[in-house]
């Protein structure tokens, strides 16, 4: 664990979050500001990235690796900062880490954005911008009709679009375009309130505004997802009792110097050593 001694106490173990890539560090932003005390480990699975267009069950197999190295580290708490691994394995991830001797919670990025949203809505009319494994997943539909069965969610699939976000490159034309591309469906629709379905779209927050218009109101996970995770370890007790700041580290599958470099741009905090990871193999029950 280079220095990082697991205390007994579950309280002052870390929470455990990762994504495909860096986007999730938009996600951990919020946990950050809204959580000081707490220790976080973030696991980023750049090697593979990314899984918006990737099969289920592959995300599923992925996921359940990059679980299995956060429950390695006693991880006291699981976040699932990524869309496309939320719709493709939380439920499977649940029933994993819930056999587990600590009994884990896992949360995961589609309920809460879906929650803010039902009740941002004025109109009933909500878009949904996201990969096109997301959007086949139909777990955002999903979760908003469990909410309110009389909302209506006109889901757009946006290929490529966390590809070139994570690139971390000047956007051109051409990366324009995309974004205005996704964005007419959600104009034809009248939607008033839009889900910002992958953990990268924060970064272009600004563009899709200006596209999009004043009157909607773009929803992202962060913010949403940061108050269930108080909730959590409030419920099960474990929150950390320390009084100052707490700790948050690094891992990826990719290469490190690349993930520092591009990771600060999305955390817009310091980022300390990045450690690299080799994962191990796991079985996922068909």
Known sequence: MGGHPIPSDPRGRPIGVFDSGVGGLTVLHE???RLPHEDFLYLGDTARFPYGERQPAEIERFSAEIAEELLRRRAKLLVVACNSATSAALPSLNRRMMQTTLG???LGVVRPEALRAVATTRSGRIGLLATPTTVASRAYEEAVLAIDPHVTLHAVPCPG????????EQFDERAVETVREACVPLHEADCDTV??????YPLIQPMLQRMLGPRVTLVSSGAALA???EHALSTRDLRNPRVGEGDYRFLCTGDAEAFHELGTRFLQMPLGPVEHVELAAVEVPA
């Open 31 to 33: 946990l950050l500001v």
């Open 161 to 168: 679009l966390a590809a070139i976000i994570q690139a971390g």
């Open 227 to 229: 108050r269930q995770v």
């Open 104 to 106: 884990l919670d896992v």
């Open 195 to 200: 889900i910002l379905g992958c953990t990268h």
